[in-house]
T-cell receptor, first 114, second 110 residues
Framework: NAGVMQNPRHLVRRRGQEARLRCSPM?????VYWYRQLPEEGLKFMVYLQKENIIDESGMPKERFSAEFPKEGPSILRIQQVVRGDSAAYFC????????????FGPGTRLTVT | QQPVQSPQAVILREGEDAVINCSSSKALYSVHWYRQKHGEAPVFLMI?????EQKGHEKISASFNEKKQQSSLYLTASQLSYSGTYFCGTEHSGNTPLVFGKGTRLSVIA
């Protein structure tokens, strides 16, 4: 029973490039959450999606960031025109239902912007 | 609003006990506890829903005091494997996203 998969595990981008982070939830989970974690900090909620729908994007920066969870395929977090401040670990988590169920986290993608 | 965790860090010898607290300034619907080891994904420990219940296993348990808007995580007879950063995540209603505290770094030494 595969857990939450994220790829790539490490991503290096130059300022101004685009970053695409992928997340495949656990089998049977239709709820996906994206979090950002800076060193020595907690997890900051970014967005909550169900298949084909964005449920809550209150934690997403208004510009350059977008997320999707298509009917087929993984959830994608897209960061356009990356800046150094975007460097962080990005985790996705999945759950079988809304946030009152435990969330299972993927291994994360560590984005470095040079 | 971000919950406040205390202490920020704690060092224990194997076999000692620890308590980690998580306080909120707003009424809580649920509290989630996770442990994260360096460079790894957070791992779910337990959820507590409002109602003042206490949950857990033999050596790791938690309580939720709805009136005080706080939760405490109890680690008994700590083992080396307990080392890591413990995060609480709070939910203020059934449809709000989890807000995580800054974490408590626990180090267990032999």
């Amino acid at each position: 029973n595969a857990g939450v998969m994220q790829n790539p595990r490490h991503l290096v981008r130059r300022r101004g490039q685009e970053a695409r982070l992928r997340c495949s939830p656990m089998k049977g989970h239709s709820h996906v959450y994206w979090y950002r974690q800076l060193p020595e900090e907690g997890l900051k909620f970014m967005v909550y999606l169900q298949k084909e729908n964005i449920i809550d994007e209150s934690g997403m920066p208004k510009e350059r960031f977008s997320a999707e969870f298509p009917k087929e395929g993984p959830s994608i977090l897209r960061i356009q025109q990356v800046v150094r401040g975007d460097s962080a670990a990005y985790f996705c988590a999945s759950s079988p239902d809304r946030t009152s169920y435990e969330q299972y986290f993927g291994p994360g993608t560590r984005l470095t912007v040079t | 609003q971000q919950p406040v965790q205390s202490p920020q860090a704690v060092i224990l010898r194997e076999g000692e006990d620890a308590v980690i607290n998580c306080s909120s300034s707003k009424a809580l619907y649920s509290v989630h506890w996770y442990r994260q080891k360096h460079g790894e994904a957070p791992v779910f420990l337990m959820i507590l829903l409002k109602g003042g219940e206490q949950k857990g296993h033999e050596k790791i348990s938690a309580s939720f005091n709805e009136k005080k808007q706080q939760s405490s995580l109890y680690l008994t007879a700590s083992q080396l494997s307990y080392s890591g950063t413990y995060f609480c995540g709070t939910e203020h209603s059934g449809n709000t996203p989890l807000v995580f505290g800054k974490g408590t770094r626990l180090s267990v030494i032999a």
